[in-house]
């Protein structure tokens, strides 16, 4: 019995549930699921996006709604929804695109309850019109005119009016050539000559007899500028006067005619979107997404293009990449080889850690007050005292906005570019150390071109983040709408007073500031797409210039 109670007990088996927690299976199964979860998620926004993003362009087949009371609706058919009255009883609805804005007075959106609907039909005659202002139009061309006089009516003013919007294209491209280029250039010129009297006013005496052969002088080509302007705007009259003699008449889908004519210019296309095929739809899907970023915006950023906010955002984008990656860059550089490594080091990176988290509007106002009211004030009064009150750098403009978002993205290309420092072998600086290089010599021979892929991983960051900010911008720049971009064939080119459009100040514009929510709700899925589309684009060249370096320069750490 002794030797029974002193025997050893076996050992005890480990559960199979410790052992697989322990080894931790579970938790990679975990990280998977989340790891799904969070592409699952980025694949339906993006998909979202593409999807309504997309729609907006392809053409809708336009239907008849015939109602129980005997009315006929023509428009296109944008959702169904059901809704529910005070007393609990559903019934569903039938959101119709009618346009004619200007003829509507409900909107050019209706919503008809399905009920109501007595028979629905798509006739292949019906056709859409893309004007303008006042949206889009749905109906028939009834009658074409010239100077008053009926030129073609029923079946032949389809093709009359073809022929004449071509003339009116034109005619539309002429006087947009003229307002942009030669009377934009005199009215420079005006105000140049404006600007140069007030300054010979401000630095000679009054009883100067220069100074009366000066304003004399200005006074000259002042009214020389003027008259090339009458002349061009004389010219430009002409063209809208001949713009006036052609119009025509439109009928709604019953047959009913509009109350007047329309002037023909204000028609930009014609579609026959009901007898087109798959591949004619296409081709019409093409080239209405091409005129939506080749295009200016019209009425009131709900209808148009969107090519100056394409332009601004890629401009400043590329303008706050040339100045955030040497600033960061540097000060990277001072952090990891130069400075000596204590508190003060050490309170430098936490600084520039906590700096990234920063909202952006609190880089706006700063942006705002030492940029544009600072820096722009003294600008101004120190080179362009003559221009003030109106102010050149001190109202803010594309330099101040790159600036400013420089700032917001820089504590991104420092950590990323001292990781890419510390990642450098050892090895290799000593061996650069060995063979006689100073150490200057040896950060820029081998240590920054091993650290260049790195580097530009900052930069990617920062571009994806800075493309995308708004709130900074809205201080600092950016306006609604703008006739003028900051770079274009006038000297010197590049006009960093100027202020810009950005795509996404637009899409907040366009989303929350629009008087048509339905209208303009299509197009922030586009817009936005627009800008996904180009933040990859910018991102996929830094991303193939890093693969090539990291291939240049590959060691045992990258």
Request: charged share 20%.
């Amino acid at each position: 019995m002794a030797d029974a109670a002193s025997a050893p007990l076996p050992p005890l088996q480990p559960s199979p549930y410790g052992r697989l927690f322990r080894d931790g299976h579970p938790w990679v199964w975990v990280t998977r699921a989340f790891t799904a979860l969070l592409l699952l998620l980025v694949v339906g926004i993006v998909g979202i996006v593409v999807v309504k993003g997309l729609r907006t362009f392809w053409p809708a087949r336009l239907s008849r709604f015939t109602l129980t009371d005997g009315t006929v609706v023509t428009g296109e058919e944008v959702r169904r929804q059901t809704r529910r009255d005070s007393a609990g009883v559903t019934e569903e609805e039938i959101q119709i695109r009618i346009g004619n804005r200007d003829l509507a007075g409900s909107g050019d959106f209706i919503f008809v309850p399905s009920a109501r609907i007595k028979s629905i039909d798509q006739p292949e005659d019906l056709l859409a019109f893309e004007r303008m202002e006042h949206g889009p139009a749905y109906g028939r061309v009834q009658a074409v005119y010239e100077d008053g006089k009926i030129v073609a009516e029923g079946a032949a003013a389809l093709g009359a009016l073809r022929a004449r919007m071509s003339q009116a294209d034109s005619r539309r491209e002429e006087r947009l050539g003229i307002q942009k280029g030669p009377l934009d250039e005199e009215s420079r010129a005006i105000e140049e000559v404006r600007v140069q009297r007030r300054k010979a006013q401000a630095t000679m005496e009054p009883d100067d007899p220069a100074l009366a052969r000066r304003v004399k002088e200005l006074d000259a080509r002042t009214k020389e500028a003027e008259a090339r302007s009458l002349a061009l705007a004389e010219r430009i009259g002409n063209i809208q006067k001949e713009d006036r003699r052609f119009t025509v008449l439109l009928a709604w889908g019953n047959g009913e005619p509009f109350p007047k004519p329309k002037p023909i210019s204000s028609i930009l296309r014609v579609d026959e979107v009901n007898g087109l095929g798959f591949f004619g739809r296409f081709g019409l899907f093409v080239s209405r997404f091409w005129h939506f970023v080749t295009d200016e915006p019209r009425e009131a950023n709900t209808d148009g293009g969107i090519w100056p906010a394409i332009f601004g955002t890629m401009l400043m984008t590329l303008l706050m990449t040339l100045f955030v990656v040497p600033f960061g860059v540097i000060a990277a550089l001072y952090l990891r080889e130069y400075a000596k490594q204590g508190f003060i080091v050490s309170a430098v990176r936490i600084a520039v850690n906590n700096l990234a988290g920063v909202p952006s509007i609190v880089f706006g106002i700063f942006g705002l007050g030492f940029f544009c009211y600072f820096v722009g004030g003294w600008i101004d009064h120190t080179f362009y005292a003559e221009y003030l009150p109106a102010p050149t750098f001190g109202g803010g403009g594309i330099l101040w906005a790159s600036l400013t978002l420089s700032l917001l993205t820089v504590p991104v290309v420092i950590v990323s570019t001292e990781e890419a420092l510390a990642a450098v072998p050892r090895a290799l600086r000593e061996a650069s150390v060995a063979c006689g290089a100073s150490k200057w010599q040896t950060i820029r021979r081998v240590v920054l071109p091993h650290a260049s892929p790195g580097i530009l991983t900052g930069m990617i960051l920062a571009m994806a983040r800075g493309a995308g900010e708004v709130a900074p911008l809205m201080l600092t720049g950016v306006v609604k709408r703008t006739d003028r971009l900051p770079l274009d064939a006038a000297m010197p080119f590049l006009h960093p007073d100027r202020k810009f459009m950005h795509l996404g100040f637009h899409i907040y514009d366009t989303g929350f500031q629009s008087p048509n929510v339905d209208a303009s709700t299509p197009l922030v899925y586009s817009t936005t797409l627009v800008l996904l589309v180009l933040v990859l684009m910018l991102n996929l060249g830094a991303v193939l210039l890093r693969n090539r370096l990291r291939k240049k320069f590959k060691t045992g750490v990258f």
